[in-house]
């Protein structure tokens, strides 16, 4: 089993539920999460801002907001276990939806899970995940 963690911006997760739901992958846990990665969302978003008054709004909000640290951006993490054969399954669906080609697009963790286990059922192993 495979247990896979993917942050993701906020505005593709109806299409990344969507697609997982599309792929036989329905069941996961989505939460709010802050974080921040190498980029400089404010400066990418400023060079490819499309008008004036997007650049002006850009550089007004940073020129409000001048944190000592830097900022943290609201993401969403997906949580999946997963059997090992459906591993690639879910890496390739999640990287398909979310790739913009910009920096921020997320970041997907595959870790080994050893067991699992339903309340409900007492179940364990794979008779446990969809």
Known sequence: MKLILA????AKMGETKAALAEAGLPSFTA???LGRGRGNGDLERLQQSRS???CSFIVEDALNFIPEEPRLKSKRMITLVVTDEKKDLVVDTLIKVNQSGKTGDGKIFVLHTLDSFSVHSGQSGNATLD
């Not at 942050?7 to 906020?10: G, P």
Request: hydrophobic letters at 50%; a negative charge; glycine letters at 0%.
């Open 7 to 10: 942050i993701i911006r906020i």
């Open 31 to 33: 939460m709010q999460v």
């Open 52 to 54: 004036e008054e997007e």
